[in-house]
C-alpha cells in the first residue's frame, strides 16, 4: 500500500510567520520553526546539559585528533582514532619493536599462547589439510635448524664460500644433502655459507 503524505499548517514560534511541514512518524510533534534561523534565535542564551556537552567535546576530538609523543623517539604525533584518550603510544610499528625488544611477554599472554598450542595446532586446526606438509620442510621451519643457519652463517661471516662475494644476500647450505645424511642436518662443519646464484649453481 503506498504511503500518503500528510501536510498541515502552523505559525513558527518565533516570527509567528505561517508555514507548511510534512508530518513525519519519526518526529510525532511536528516542525515548530519555520527556518533554522528561527530555530537557532529561540536557542539564544539556553544552557546544554553535561551529557550534551561530553558529546560535543568527543566530536570535536574525534575531528581534530589527540596529540601524543612517541615513547621511544618522542616524535610529537596526533590519534586521529580515539575519542576521548590516546590509544597510540608509538609513532610506527618500528619504534614498538625497538621499545619493547628484549622484554619477557606478559604471563596473560604466555597463558593463551599455550592454550592455543594444544586447542588449535596440528589435526586440532581449522586449517588442517591431513598432513599435506612434507617431512623436509617441518624440520627446515624448526627452531634448531634456524639456529644452525645462523651458527653457519657468522661462522662463515656472511662470506660466500664458492665465489668470496660478501656484498650478497647469502644462505646456509648443506655439504652432504640432508635428505641422504640426515644425521648431519646439524653438523657445522657440514655447513656452508653461499650467495644465492652459488646456491642455484650448487644446487
Not at 38 to 49: E, K, V
Not at 147 to 163: H, N, P
Amino acid at each position: 500500500m503506498k504511503r500518503v503524505a500528510v501536510f498541515e499548517t502552523r505559525n513558527c514560534l518565533i516570527c509567528n510567520k505561517e508555514f507548511i511541514f510534512q508530518k513525519r512518524k519519526s518526529n510525532p510533534r511536528g516542525q515548530i520553526y519555520c527556518s533554522r534561523e528561527c530555530r537557532n534565535r529561540s536557542r539564544i542564551g539556553a544552557t546544554f546539559s553535561q551529557e550534551h556537552k561530553e558529546r560535543i567535546k568527543a566530536t570535536r576530538q574525534r575531528k581534530s585528533g589527540i596529540p601524543y609523543n612517541c615513547l621511544y623517539c618522542g616524535k610529537p604525533c596526533i590519534d586521529m582514532e580515539c575519542p576521548s584518550e590516546p590509544r597510540r603510544q608509538f609513532c610506527s610499528r618500528a619504534c614498538m619493536g625497538l621499545a619493547k625488544k628484549g622484554q619477557p611477554f606478559p604471563a596473560e599472554c604466555l597463558r593463551k599462547a599455550a592454550i592455543v598450542s594444544k586447542t588449535k595446532t596440528g589435526d586440532k586446526s581449522h586449517r588442517w589439510k591431513g598432513g599435506a606438509t612434507r617431512r623436509s620442510s617441518l624440520l627446515r621451519g624448526r627452531k634448531d635448524m634456524e639456529d644452525w643457519k645462523k651458527s653457519v652463517l657468522k661462522r662463515d661471516a656472511f662470506q660466500c664460500g664458492f665465489c668470496g662475494a660478501d656484498d650478497k644476500k647469502v644462505q646456509a647450505d648443506h655439504i652432504r644433502p640432508m635428505s641422504l645424511y640426515p644425521e648431519l642436518r646439524h653438523d657445522l662443519a657440514n655447513g656452508q655459507a653461499l650467495c644465492e646464484e652459488c646456491h642455484r649453481k650448487k644446487n
